[in-house]
Structure formats: structure tokens, C-alpha cells
């Protein structure tokens, strides 16, 4: 049984970055270790350029992710399907692997026959129910977004209580780019609820500039550090229980 946790970057943006590091090199670095990195690009009115389209759909393919464009009044529902689909694709390439282990070839879940595929996929389901699961959300803040920022509020409020609903824990943190001292900021600790999002999002300040790149090399950095407290908090209690013992 996969008893890892899934771990998703969800980069929502409206453009192009215009600043700092490669973010489809950095997203393909989140993927070696094992972070999803999943975008939604939110349109108005006007449509999002061809090249911000390409970044969008190149960012997510490097990080092993989901990518979708919408308009901002579909945002919410985009929010959660994205993460679930994300969340699925990852379980779904866990149960992959342990299949090709355990039959000792290349075989996925496509070429089972139909009733053990429907087995597999009740696993699948039901690991989606259970999984631990941590979401680093990263907001653009720069310039264009203004208006549709009470939009993605609303949307990760939604997303929020949707994934409280699983079983499994939920842990989010979002960091918002460009901030207002720095390139990126972090908005809210790792939290598993999105409560608190109503007093911040309104004190927002939004930026010209759309340094994607460095939002996901900060991301990065916060998984890492996160990992190597946890780490370290364990190795504590397993030093406590041997004093102990």
C-alpha cells in the first residue's frame, strides 16, 4: 500500500514571467524530487498570448503536471479539478510501477483485464481518499491580476474544503510573486486550512514585474526545508525513545 505523501506545486498566473531563473528548468527540477508542479492560467476578457500560453503548458510538462487555462468565473472548480487529476496521475504512476514489479514487465494498469482494471483504479480512488497530501500554492501577483484576485481567494477557500473533505491530511502554504519587499513572499505557513486567506488576500499589494522562475525555486526551497525539519524531528523522538528505553 502507497503510504508516501503527494506533494503539488499549483502556480496560478495570468502571463508570462518576465524575470529571473528558467521556470520550465526549475520546474523540471521540482519533478526529480518528486514535486508535481500543476498551472492554471487565468484569462479575462482578452485571451492569454501565445506565449504565455506556451510557458503555461511547458511549465506543467517539465514538472510532470496538469495545465489549464480558464476564465476567471470557471476558477474555482478548475482549482480542485486540477489538483484531483494531478493527485490521480501520481497515484496512478505509483500503481504502475509496483504492477510492473510485481508481474516483472512493462505492463500499466491499460493492459489488465477489464474487471482486475477496475480493481486497480478502486485503489486508485480510494488512495486518493487517504493520501497525505501537501499543496504549495504560488499566486502571481504582478499587475494584470488585480482584479482577479478576489477570484483565486474564493477558489482556494473552495479547494480548501473540498480536500478537508477526503480523509487523508491536507497541507497547504502559499507564497504570492512579485512581493512587496522581495521576488516572492510567503503569504501563509503551512496550514491545513485556507480560513485565514479572507483578511490577508484584501491587503495584497500587486506588482509590474512576473518573476515565475524564482516563485518556484522559492517553492522548491520550502518543500526542502519542511522535509529536513520533519527529519530531524524524528530522528529526536527515535533518540527520546532510546533514552527511554
Known sequence: ?????IRQIL?????CSNQGDD???MSALAKEQGITVNVIGVMDHDVIDEKGMSEIDGIAMSGGGVSQIVYAQQLSQTVQMVTRKAMNQTIQGVVNRELQQILGRSQTMEDLPPEKRGEVMEVVDELGETVELEVLILV?????????????????LDLSLSLNARTGDNQFSIYVFPGKKNDVEKLL????NLQSLTSIFSK???GGITPTGPALRTALSAFNQKR?????????DESFFEESM
Open 140 to 156: 502571481d501577483t504582478s499587475a494584470s491580476m488585480k482584479h482577479k484576485l478576489e477570484t483565486v481567494k474564493e477558489a482556494l
Open 189 to 192: 505557513d503551512w496550514t491545513p
Open 1 to 5: 500500500m502507497y503510504t508516501g505523501k
Open 11 to 15: 502556480l496560478i498566473t495570468d502571463g
Open 204 to 206: 495584497l499589494s500587486t
Open 228 to 236: 529536513s525539519l520533519r527529519s530531524l524531528l524524528e530522528r529526536d
Open 23 to 25: 521556470p520550465i528548468a
